[in-house]
């Protein structure tokens, strides 16, 4: 859920958020993709980090604490799962997920 709800949260008015869905016998992939600005290249493996935040003016009242895709980690990689973000050409973010 804080995956979809941060893709919402960072999509500009106008922009896209999407969610998608693979299924095999084995596993279920998800890909939650924004029209966002995305994530400064250097930080992009950073935001699974506790309390790490890209906007760094953003209060905790706005932005969260900074624990909700660390907390999603813990949970996927607990069921044996893996998570990734990655920038998208266009511009926004993708973060994949597969459980």
Known sequence: MNVAENAVKYTPPGGTASLALVST???ASI?????????????????FDRFW???KSRG????GAGLGLAIARQLIEAQGGEI???NLPGGGLEISFVL
């Open 84 to 86: 990734a973000a990655a």
């Open 31 to 47: 890909v939650v993709r924004d029209s966002g600005i995305g994530i400064a290249p250097g930080d992009v493996g950073r935001v």
């Open 60 to 63: 905790r009242a706005a932005g």
């Open 53 to 55: 935040r890209g906007e």
């Open 25 to 27: 016998p084995q596993s």
